[in-house]
């Protein structure tokens, strides 16, 4: 077993120095660099059987050395420009001998790189034309500063900087930014599909370390694993049987990220103990917690089972023990069923435990481990408790108006008498009789009848005007007959109904209306009469749902049914029922009223009857036509109201 100790100090003796510029982290890449790290933790590690390569290692950043600026001691030999993986750019700076001293720095959209201690030859002071070559990179400026040289790279777009050193050689590498690089592939490369290799590499899970970058060939896991230590402060233990070499690539990569990457390609798990993270082969953990769980196990099965009584108030015990023995796949114990023996698969009881309902007493008895038990007594408090009632109200409201107008003349001649006289009252039946009265002592004179050209008088008129005039043996009668009506009604039916939370209720209130029906005759038989019953009901049909926040979510079916009238059949009169009703589901605030539904009915009818020809005469036509109009308004309107009433739970007496 290997222990990586997150100790600074001891840390620094061992670890090589290594630049960091902008958000990544540079790491060595070349074979010389890999070889040298690997040499120099060949101890810890226990790999006694890596070859090690002598690197030289980077100055730390500050004063330089005095000796080392002399000029012409150090000088810059070549600039070589190159496009690596993904796009990224990649300039060698090759210096005449060992010793230089690089300073790398990022001022906005240039990498600027400063050696005070190399001279810069004349043949390599000009620029370069890098755009082609498709990087982050699109110029380079070689100037000399002083005694030194300065190197300046100028960028485009997002972008982060690595820089190593290596022997006469200082390596820059300028890499687009993850995010970038990934939805917008360099020119003349084919676009992979780097979502579909990301999901098939790791998981749906966020990553948030410090990034790193490496790029390694064939180098030990062992190794992998003391780098991202190193660079993350882990305190990280690995088992003896962690082994094997891997080959990756990561560029700006989060550390948990890299570690979640190495330890599935190498079948490795990890768990974290505090501030440890103990990284083994996913069979050797699974072994373990599995023992862990198979010595917890049989400690229980050792401990002394205890039985309580547990009294169940606002609940229904049957319905709790339903409940527990069905929750399956929870806890895998076998619980005693009501009376009978069997055996029930119950997840929240041991194996050992046994639960029974007593129906009579509303009451469970738990037989198990006292942690089970104890934590069977808890979900039964949380379950154990009264819940709230709603009260509802709802209020059907049937509004009516209606108005009719209607204008009619009744018009005739006839009758012969000797004298002439005129009479007028208010209908021609008076006024026939009064003509008649006249000549009563007269038996030659002919008796009056009436005769009427034109019969289109109101229906039911509320008055009438008549005027009959007599002369030379003629009757004339004229009777105009009018009527206005006026009706307005209102029904309102109030039903209300209380009721837990979370259950249905019912409230009816009517009649049955029985009709006559005939059952077919059957052979050699004859029909017969039978009675049948039609309920005409008010009734409302709601389960309430109280929310979080105190609103009230309801289930609502409203019905209002009524005998408008009866149909006359030639077994019976068969009634005519106008059904109202509304069946919707609404949230509604606590003591709102709201209107759930609502129909507007409005009818508006002209009826003209008259004599052809005569009618249409202007003024002298109204005697021989009948006008009538009627409006009528009717309007049904289902207002509710939910009023939430809290029940709180009491202490119950011992």
Do not use: C
């Not at 993350?232 to 088992?239: E, M, P, R, W, Y």
Request: charged fraction near 20%.
């Amino acid at each position: 077993m290997t222990v990586f100790n997150n100790n600074r100090s001891q840390r620094a003796q061992h670890s090589p120095q290594w630049r960091r510029a902008g958000r990544g982290i540079g790491l060595g890449l070349l074979a010389g660099a890999l070889a040298a790290f690997t040499a120099v933790h060949a101890a810890p590690l226990g790999q006694s059987d890596q070859a090690a390569t002598t690197a030289v290692q980077p100055a730390p950043l500050g004063s330089p050395d005095p000796a080392k600026q002399l000029p012409g001691a150090i000088s810059v030999s070549d600039i070589d420009f190159k496009r690596g993986q993904g796009g990224a750019a990649r300039l060698t700076v090759r210096f005449s001998g060992e010793g230089a001293i690089p300073d790398l720095r990022n001022e906005g959209s240039r990498v600027v790189v400063k050696v005070p201690n190399a001279q810069l030859p004349a043949h390599l002071q000009r620029p370069l034309d890098v755009s082609d070559f498709a990087t982050p990179v699109g110029s380079v400026e070689a100037r000399a500063s002083g005694a030194g040289a300065t190197l300046v790279l100028n960028t485009g777009g997002a972008y982060e900087s690595l820089a190593y050193q290596t022997g006469n050689e200082y390596i820059v590498e300028v890499v687009p930014r993850v995010d970038v690089a990934a939805s917008q592939p360099a020119r003349g490369e084919r676009a992979m599909g780097a979502t579909e290799s990301i999901d098939s590499a790791i998981s749906d899970r966020s990553y948030s370390g410090l990034p790193v970058t490496f790029n390694f060939q064939d180098v030990p896991v062992r190794t992998a694993l003391q780098l991202i230590a190193e660079m993350a402060g882990l305190n990280l233990v690995a088992a003896d049987n962690v082994q094997g070499n891997l080959t990756l690539r990561l560029v700006n990569v989060p550390w948990d990220q890299a570690l979640d990457l190495i330890l599935q390609a190498k079948g490795l798990d990890k768990r974290r103990n505090g501030n440890v993270i103990w990284i083994a082969p996913q069979g050797e953990i699974a072994s373990y917690e599995q023992a862990i769980a198979d010595a917890r196990s049989a400690l229980e099965n050792k401990v002394e089972l205890v039985t309580e009584y547990i009294q169940i108030n606002y609940h229904n015990a049957e319905q709790i023990y339903t409940a527990l023995t069905e929750a399956r796949g929870v806890g895998g114990g076998q619980g005693g069923s009501q009376g009978q023996g069997g055996n029930t698969d119950t997840g929240f009881m041991s194996q050992r435990g046994r639960l029974v309902a007593d129906a009579r007493t509303n009451t469970l008895m738990v037989s198990d481990t006292p942690k089970k038990v104890a934590e069977m007594k808890e979900l039964i408090r949380v379950i154990d408790r009264p819940v709230d009632q709603v009260v509802i109200e709802a209020r059907v409201v049937i509004a009516t108006e209606s108005v009719a107008r209607e204008l009619g003349a009744r018009f005739g001649v006839s009758g012969t008498t000797s004298g002439g006289d005129i009479g007028f009252s208010g209908n021609l039946k008076t006024n026939q009789d009064n003509m008649n009265s006249v000549n009563d002592g007269d038996p030659t004179t002919n008796t009056i009848t009436r005769g009427l050209m034109t019969d289109l008088a109101a229906t039911n008129p509320a008055g009438a005007l008549a005027l009959s005039i007599l002369n030379a043996g003629y009757l004339l009668d004229v009777e105009l007959s009018a009527m206005q009506q006026q009706g307005r009604g209102e029904v309102i039916s109030n039903p209300r109904v209380v009721t837990s939370n979370q259950r249905e209720a019912v409230i009816r209130q009517g009649e049955e209306v029985g009709y006559v029906t005939i059952q077919p005759a059957t052979a050699g038989g004859v029909a017969t009469p039978s009675v049948q019953f039609k309920d005409v009901l008010l009734e409302m049909v709601v389960t309430p749902t109280i929310t979080n926040d105190g609103r009230v979510f309801l289930n609502l079916n409203v019905k209002k049914d009524e005998v408008e009238g009866w149909v006359d059949t030639s077994i019976g009169d068969v009634p005519r029922i106008a059904k109202r009703e509304v069946n919707t589901a609404v949230l509604i605030e606590d003591g709102q009223t709201v209107v759930i539904g609502g129909v507007y009915e409005f009818r508006d009818r002209d009826d003209v009857r008259k004599v052809p020809f005569l009618g249409d005469i202007p003024f002298l036509g109204n005697l021989f036509k009948n006008k009538s109009r009627s409006n009528e308004k009717a309007e049904l309107l289902i207002f509710v109201t939910p009023r939430v009433l809290e029940v709180a739970q009491r202490n119950h007496r011992g």
